[in-house]
């Protein structure tokens, strides 16, 4: 085992996500590309998803998708956050397909292939009412135009994200709009779009239930693969697995302490009052494990009786008073993460990742 505090990433449980997900997918017309920008482009997940059947991979960042083909996954050829002007030349380099929103940048990428006698693929967003990226409906056609008229950009396809920023669930009736507008798309352009691009891992009930629209034919799917779930309710998905990922840290100290604070109080480490209930002594737990490592309010006990108190940078402070197991200092404790959580205990260098499964025969990997 590697030093604590590590994560453990299960490669067989997130291929058969995958498999499961593509599956579904698949018998409504689906093609899935696996999202791996939770994972800060982790070649071993990318290769897990692409086991299970995703027919690409995409990540929100240059950086990842520049470590996926690094590793020899050239089937990472799609940027999902919208390309910087000041990046484009880098953009056009690295993939195949960007999503995009913007007018100046579609010239910048258009004139940065051009420069390398390429043409970029682009799909284009449009925001139907999550409030995150797309152009506004209104402008809609105009950017379609402007990419038709770019010699060095080819318009794939359309797309929209939802349940991101607003919160804003998939439904027929903005699915159905989405593919107006890829009608719309279709005739400005002359000929038929590749990638109707709706979904992410919030559509998957609207997919399963049949009511997605024919003619949506891809979706972009992370959470669902990663952590076996859909993003509306955060409902674990029937055959999947939750726990793929799962953090483990160690007892630093184990005291029995009040519950309230003693002497005059003022602010915690990260400028805040907290309030205490005094529930008279209890038995207390110090972990190595806090916020430099993980966001401390997605990580779930997997141990019964055992409750988090609070957290710094280095220490999670829990209350152990009702725990089963009687612990000792140096013993393991296990913690399931959502979605924030596992963004930032992938993306910290201080929580090493220890890959089981996939053949990977246990190989501890500290990037
Ligand atoms: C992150 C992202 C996704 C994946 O979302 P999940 O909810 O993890 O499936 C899809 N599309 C875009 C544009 C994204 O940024």
């Not at 051009?114 to 693929?121: A, D, M, N, Q």
């Not at 967003?125 to 152009?135: K, N």
């Not at 205990?345 to 929580?351: L, P, R």
Request: hydrophobic content about 45%; overall charge neutral; charged content about 20%.
């Amino acid at each position: 085992m590697p030093d604590t505090p590590y994560l453990t990433i299960d490669l067989d449980k997130i291929e058969h996500n995958a498999r499961t997900l593509v599956a579904l997918c698949a018998a409504h017309g689906i093609t899935v590309t696996g999202v791996t920008k939770c994972v800060c482009g982790h070649p071993e997940v990318a290769r897990a998803m692409l086991r299970g059947g995703v027919a690409s991979i995409a990540d929100s960042r240059l950086a990842n998708i520049r470590r996926l083909k690094a590793a020899g996954i050239h089937q990472a050829g799609m940027l999902l956050r919208l390309p910087a002007l000041s990046v484009a030349d880098a953009v056009v380099e690295t993939v195949e397909l960007s999503l995009n929103s913007e007018p100046a940048v579609l010239a910048r990428l258009s004139a940065a292939a051009e420069r390398r006698g390429i043409v970029h693929g682009v799909i284009l967003m449009v925001d139907l009412g999550d409030l995150r990226e797309g152009a506004w409906p209104t402008e809609f056609t105009t950017l379609v135009q402007t990419a038709r008229n770019l010699s060095g950009i080819l318009l794939r396809g359309i797309g929209t994200n939802l349940a991101c920023f607003g919160g804003v669930v998939p439904t027929a009736t903005n699915m159905n709009q989405l593919v107006e507008f890829a009608v719309a798309a279709e005739r400005i352009n002359g000929r038929p779009l590749e990638w109707i691009s709706g979904a992410n891992s919030s559509a998957l009930e609207l997919i399963a239930s049949g009511r997605m629209p024919a003619r949506i034919n891809h979706a972009r799917l992370g959470e669902a693969i990663l952590l076996g779930r859909e993003t509306v309710q955060r409902k674990a998905w029937p055959g999947t697995h939750q726990d793929a990922f799962v953090l483990h840290a160690e007892v630093l100290e184990l005291n029995t302490k009040p519950s309230m604070p003693i002497g005059e109080r003022g602010e915690d480490a990260f400028g805040h009052r907290p309030s205490f209930r005094d529930r008279g002594p209890m038995r207390r737990v110090l972990l190595n494990v806090g916020r430099e490592d993980v966001m401390v309010e997605g990580v779930t006990p997997l141990e019964p009786g055992v409750e988090i108190l609070g957290a710094s940078s280095g220490y999670l402070v829990l209350d152990v008073s009702r725990a089963k197991r009687d612990l000792s200092v140096g013993d393991e404790l296990r913690f399931a993460l959502d979605y924030g959580a596992l963004l930032a205990a992938m993306t910290s260098e201080y929580v090493a990742k220890h890959l089981v499964g996939g053949g990977s025969r246990a190989v501890a990997d500290r990037r």
